[in-house]
């Protein structure tokens, strides 16, 4: 089994991603653990390391590269604005899930989780998707804001985190593999 969990920065995918691994026995895969973990061992700040890697297209391309070997083992969530594209681009049998919200909502729970103010949070959400949708348009050629290959596409902001997992649970445990296997 892959799950493909995907959203814009504060969209709570990293909180879904971690309750799905530990409720179907999956390993966790995170791009941004992974590129956090890269940032801070070069010593940038997350947003120096950005701007840094959209101009040395290697840094994307070194946790691509760590990813699609986890992507086509299986049995993980992968918690990444990218694993769902490269789930579909792989032809890797998933089942992928797009969470959505505002940008105030998404804002005020990254300024709560980073303990920063609401503004602050929102800039630096804006600045990451930019960055991200620039990165991924030149180096992979994907348009970050197609969500026509994902299998469920969520409202986030209108439910608790509890009620974001279960309505993912529910809907994954009723699906069918593309092979008409039920999970």
Not at 130 to 145: G, L, N, Q, T
């Amino acid at each position: 089994m892959l799950l493909a969990i995907a959203g814009k920065p504060g969209s709570g995918k990293s909180a879904v991603a971690e309750k799905l691994a530990r409720f179907f026995n999956l390993e966790l895969v995170s791009f941004g653990v992974a590129f956090r973990r890269k940032a801070k061992e070069m010593n940038f700040s997350l947003e120096e390391f950005e701007r840094y890697a959209e101009e040395h297209v290697e840094v994307d391309k070194k946790i691509e590269e760590e990813q699609l070997k986890l992507i086509k083992k299986g049995n993980c969530v992968v918690d990444s604005r990218l694993g769902g594209h490269l789930a579909w681009k792989e032809n890797v049998p998933s089942i992928k899930i797009y969470l959505k919200a505002s940008l105030d909502v998404r804002a005020k729970r990254v300024a709560k989780r980073e303990s920063i103010e609401m503004e602050r949070a929102k800039l630096l959400v804006e600045e990451r998707e930019r960055s991200e949708k620039k990165r991924y348009r030149e180096f992979y050629s994907i348009d970050i804001d197609d969500l026509s290959l994902y299998d469920l596409i969520i409202n986030s902001e209108l439910l608790t985190e509890e009620g974001l997992f279960e309505a993912v649970r529910t809907f994954i445990v009723n699906c069918r593999m593309p092979d008409g296997r039920e999970l």
